[in-house]
């Protein structure tokens, strides 16, 4: 099992930046892809950005590509998302996951193990 928990969530104006973290516990983090998603009520999860075990590897969202930037720290087991120039559209539920495969994030949308999720608010 992974627990993962996120945090820095909260209400911020648009062109604002906030930083999530995903802090995991239980089975050897290093060992797991990690991805971002997330969701507004009434609508589908969506893909965000993902990265590979190593941290070498990283995929993201259009919407987001170029404002948004995932990282790892495999030493803390923490998974980070730096979003940039937030936008209203960008306010939703932030969920983590983790998987052994990558694609399984990517391309399915899927993971073996997801967080309780953190709430971002961008004002107009």
């Known amino acids: 099992q992974v627990q993962l928990v996120e945090s820095g969530g909260g209400l911020v104006q648009a062109g604002g930046s906030l930083r999530l973290s995903c802090a995991a516990s239980g089975r050897t983090f290093s060992n797991y892809a990690m991805g971002w998603f997330r969701q507004v009520p009434g609508k589908e999860r969506e893909f965000v950005a993902a990265?590979?075990?190593?941290?070498?590897?990283?995929y993201y969202a259009d919407s987001v590509k170029g404002r948004f930037t995932i990282s790892r720290d495999n030493a803390k087991n923490t998974v980070y998302l730096q979003m940039n120039s937030l936008k209203p559209e960008d306010t939703a539920v932030y969920h983590c996951?983790?998987?052994?495969?990558?694609?399984?994030?990517?391309?399915?949308?899927?993971?073996?193990?997801w967080g309780q999720g953190t709430q971002v608010t961008v004002s107009s």
């Open positions: 990265i590979r075990w190593s941290g070498g590897r990283t």
């Open positions: 996951n983790a998987d052994a495969d990558l694609m399984a994030i990517v391309v399915r949308g899927t993971a073996q193990y």
